[in-house]
């Protein structure tokens, strides 16, 4: 059974960083293409970063130049680092992972990804 564990989020100002990370079970990271997405209160779920099995990774205009998304194939987890953090990145932090060969750019849709966490709330205030 594949579980993933979000962890990281917390509250900071504007302008600060955080790190979030994704502990994957039964589930290889690096075997098919993973995903961060975001969901802010009354928002679509949004896809903000991607990464490919060979660690290609894809990143959605608004947090391009500011946010990483890493891959850690030996401890198996997902990492986002995000720095100058933005009151408008404030949401509900999502690890996801695809169970096959499939595209892997943002933004995609939320459907064509299997495997979720449960979140991690990261909230940015001004």
């Known amino acids: 059974q594949v579980h993933l564990a979000e962890s990281g989020g917390g509250s900071v100002q504007a302008g600060g960083s955080l790190s979030l990370s994704c502990a994957a079970s039964?589930?290889?990271?690096?075997?098919?293409?993973m995903g961060w997405f975001r969901q802010a209160p009354g928002k679509e779920r949004e896809h903000v970063a991607a990464i490919d099995k060979y660690g290609s990774t894809s990143y959605v205009d608004s947090v391009e130049g500011r946010f990483t998304v890493s891959q850690d194939r030996a401890k198996n987890t997902l990492y986002l680092q995000m720095n100058s953090l933005k009151p408008e990145d404030t949401g509900m932090y999502y690890c996801?992972?695809?169970?096959?060969?499939?595209?892997?750019?943002?933004?995609?849709?939320?459907?064509?990804?299997?495997?979720w966490g449960q979140g991690t709330q990261v909230t940015v205030s001004s």
């Open positions: 996801a992972a695809r169970s096959g060969p499939y595209r892997c750019y943002t933004p995609d849709l939320p459907t064509t990804f299997v495997y």
């Open positions: 039964g589930y290889t990271i690096g075997t098919y293409c």
